[in-house]
T-cell receptor
Framework: NAGVTQTPKFQVLKTGQSMTLQCAQD?????MSWYRQDPGMGLRLIHY???????DQGEVPNGYNVSRSTTEDFPLRLLSAAPSQTSVYFC?????????????FGPGTRLTVL | AQSVTQLGSHVSVSEGALVLLRCNYS??????LFWYVQYPNQGLQLLLK??????LVKGINGFEAEFKKSETSFHLTKPSAHMSDAAEYFC???????????FGTGTRLQVFP
């Protein structure tokens, strides 16, 4: 199993540009989530999904969209990039059901917005 | 509502010394608690988790943590630090009624020879 994969690994955008961060998992996990990691702030939840066709907002959803058309894929879209979105983005997945909360993380995408 | 507080954003120890990373939690429901480790330029990986079985939990790489309900704590320890333990460590809390995890702000561990 490849686990959780993310592309690209690095990205530089100009303010106002849009882009999609890709996330895929091959473990048939129902639950997937996107976090951003900023110095001194830990990981903050952006959006999450409990299954195909179902998404919901996390702690910091503004400026981001998600969709979940398949179990495997959970892309994160930046609609109009801003310097405040410079961060490291992690995708994670786990078996649904709280007692299995162990989340499996991708390697991250480092995004810089100029 | 749930939250975690990690005391100390940076901890430095000498190789062979005790490692103690502190985590306190707040939860209105019985918590599930986790420690994750992040090595430089990598994603997070699970060290250990507490899911209401044993209060002393053993994880990978010689780490362990003890759940203390009276102190609302879940501190991470390792008897003898190794250079390879240098990384950032995150405490996280979940609960029986949610798939979400709430992460602390992290503690960066430095190990000196």
């Amino acid at each position: 199993n490849a686990g959780v994969t993310q592309t690209p690994k690095f990205q530089v955008l100009k303010t106002g540009q849009s882009m999609t961060l890709q996330c895929a998992q091959d473990m048939n996990h129902e639950y997937m989530s996107w976090y951003r990691q900023d110095p001194g702030m830990g990981l903050r939840l952006i959006h999450y999904s409990v299954g195909a066709g179902i998404t919901d907002q996390g702690e910091v959803p503004n400026g981001y969209n998600v969709s979940r058309s398949t179990t495997e894929d959970f892309p994160l879209r930046l609609l109009s990039a801003a310097p405040s979105q410079t961060s490291v983005y992690f995708c994670a997945s786990n078996v649904a059901g709280a007692q299995y909360n162990e989340q499996f993380f991708g390697p991250g995408t480092r995004l810089t917005v100029l | 509502a749930q939250s975690v507080t990690q005391l100390g954003s940076h901890v430095s120890v000498s190789e062979g010394a005790l490692v103690l990373l502190r985590c306190n939690y707040s939860s209105s429901v019985p918590p599930y608690l986790f420690w994750y480790v992040q090595y430089p330029n990598q994603g997070l990986q699970l060290l250990l988790k507490y899911t209401s079985a044993a209060t002393l939990v053993k994880g990978i790489n010689g780490f362990e943590a003890e759940f203390k309900k009276s102190e609302t704590s879940f501190h991470l320890t390792k008897p003898s630090a190794h250079m390879s333990d240098a990384a950032e460590y995150f405490c996280a809390v979940g609960g029986y009624n949610t798939d979400k995890l709430i992460f602390g702000t992290g503690t960066r561990l430095q190990v000196f020879p």
